[in-house]
């Protein structure tokens, strides 16, 4: 849960992959603990993202059903690091509230 020094910011990603770049870049660049980054699917539908990458690459059945989600709690001086984690990481949409 944010406060007033953090704010919560999560971004959209295409594939798996990209959204486990991201996560990587918010651990090593801005050093947010892995336990407080969270992947989820942007939709109801489990999902792998909308395009294949990695193992799903390779697989008829992957579960393509929307983009993923990474978010966390960032602190307020953080924030422009990680937008720029999360835009190298592949993002499509970047939000902070």
Same mark, same amino acid.
């Given at each position: 849960m944010s406060d007033d020094s953090t704010k919560t910011m999560w971004a959209t990603f295409a594939t798996r992959e990209a959204a486990d770049r991201a996560v990587e870049h918010l651990v090593q660049q801005c050093g947010i603990a *892995?336990?407080? #980054?969270f992947v989820e699917p942007d939709t109801d539908a489990n999902t792998a993202g909308t395009a294949p990458s990695g193992g799903d690459a390779t697989r008829a059945d992957a579960p393509l059903h929307g983009e993923i989600r990474v978010s966390a709690d960032i602190a307020r001086f953080d924030l422009i690091k990680a937008e720029r984690a999360f835009r190298h &990481?592949? &993002? *499509?949409? #970047?939000? &902070?509230?």
């Open positions: *892995r336990t407080d #980054v &990481a592949g &993002a *499509r949409n #970047v939000k &902070a509230q």
